[in-house]
C-alpha cells in the first residue's frame, strides 16, 4: 500500500544510547518531515527537508540530527538519548501541501 | 509565529448527536488545513483537506469549513456515533521559509460519544 512506513514501531533505549529512526515514502513526495506527540503538547516539528539534499530544523531540534538519504527516505538519529526524548514519533510527507500530508504509524521511544 | 487553538479540549455527548469542533489559528497566511483523526496509540488518519481558496469540503457525516480571514475551521459531524469516538486534531500548513512548508497543529479535542 502507497504511504509513509516507518522502523521501528517500538523501541526502549538507556540514557545515553544512539538510535536511527527510519522512514521512507512512495508516494514521490518531494517534502519529508519529523514530529513528536508528547501529552499535553500536541505535535512539535523537529526537523524538515523540503526537497531532497536539504534539511532545516524546526520547532524542537535540540538532540536530533536527521539525513535525507535520497527522495523516498529520512532518518532522525538520537546521538545520545535522553529521558526527555521519550516520545511518540511520527514521520510525514507531502508534495509542496497540495494534496495535504500523510503520516507515518509512528514510533513509539522510551528512554530510560 | 502560527498558533493553532482547538476548543473545546474534550466533549462527551451521547449518540445520535450532532457536534461541532472549532479550530482557530493566529496566522491567516495559509496554504490550507487539514483534519486528522487519531484513535489512542495510533497514527493520524487524514479526514478532510481544505484548500486555502476553498470554503468548506465534505466526506460522509463530516464537514468542514474554512473562514481564512477570521482564522477559523470547524468540523461538522452528523449523528455521531460510539465509533467517532477519538481525538480530532486541526492543523494549518503555511511557509516556515522560502523554501518549506509544514503543518502546524492544534492539541485537539477528545471525543468521547455514549452509546
Known amino acids: 500500500n502507497a504511504g509513509v512506513t516507518q522502523t521501528p514501531k517500538f523501541q526502549v533505549l538507556k540514557t545515553g544510547q544512539s538510535m536511527t529512526l527510519q522512514c521512507a515514502q512512495d508516494?514521490?513526495?518531494?517534502?519529508m518531515y519529523w514530529y513528536r506527540q508528547d501529552p499535553g503538547m500536541g505535535l512539535r516539528l523537529i526537523y524538515y527537508s523540503a526537497s531532497e539534499g536539504t534539511t532545516d530544523k524546526g520547532e524542537v531540534p535540540n538532540g536530533y540530527n536527521v539525513s535525507r538519504l535520497n527522495k523516498r527516505e529520512f532518518s532522525l538519529r538520537l546521538e545520545s538519548a535522553a529521558p526527555s526524548q521519550t516520545s511518540v514519533y511520527f514521520c510525514?510527507?507531502?508534495?509542496?501541501?497540495?494534496?495535504?500530508?500523510?503520516f507515518g504509524s509512528g514510533t513509539r521511544l522510551t528512554v530510560v | 509565529k502560527q498558533e493553532v487553538t482547538q476548543i473545546p479540549a474534550a466533549l462527551s455527548v451521547p449518540e445520535g448527536e450532532n457536534l461541532v469542533l472549532n479550530c482557530s489559528f493566529t496566522?491567516?497566511?495559509?496554504?490550507?488545513l487539514q483534519w486528522f483523526r487519531q484513535d489512542p496509540g495510533k497514527g493520524l488518519t487524514s479526514l478532510l483537506l481544505?484548500?486555502?481558496?476553498?470554503r468548506e469540503q465534505t466526506s460522509g457525516r463530516l464537514n468542514a469549513s474554512l473562514d481564512k480571514s477570521s482564522g477559523r475551521s470547524t468540523l461538522y459531524i452528523a449523528a455521531s456515533q460510539p465509533g467517532d469516538s477519538a481525538t480530532y486534531l486541526c492543523?494549518?500548513?503555511?511557509?516556515?521559509?522560502?523554501?518549506?512548508?509544514?503543518?502546524?497543529f492544534g492539541k485537539g479535542t477528545t471525543l468521547s460519544v455514549s452509546s
Open positions: 492543523a494549518v500548513s503555511g511557509a516556515l521559509n522560502q523554501a518549506g512548508t509544514a503543518l502546524i
Open positions: 510525514a510527507s507531502s508534495n509542496r501541501a497540495a494534496n495535504g500530508y500523510t
Open positions: 496566522d491567516s497566511a495559509i496554504y490550507n
Open positions: 481544505i484548500q486555502s481558496s476553498q
Open positions: 508516494m514521490n513526495h518531494n517534502s
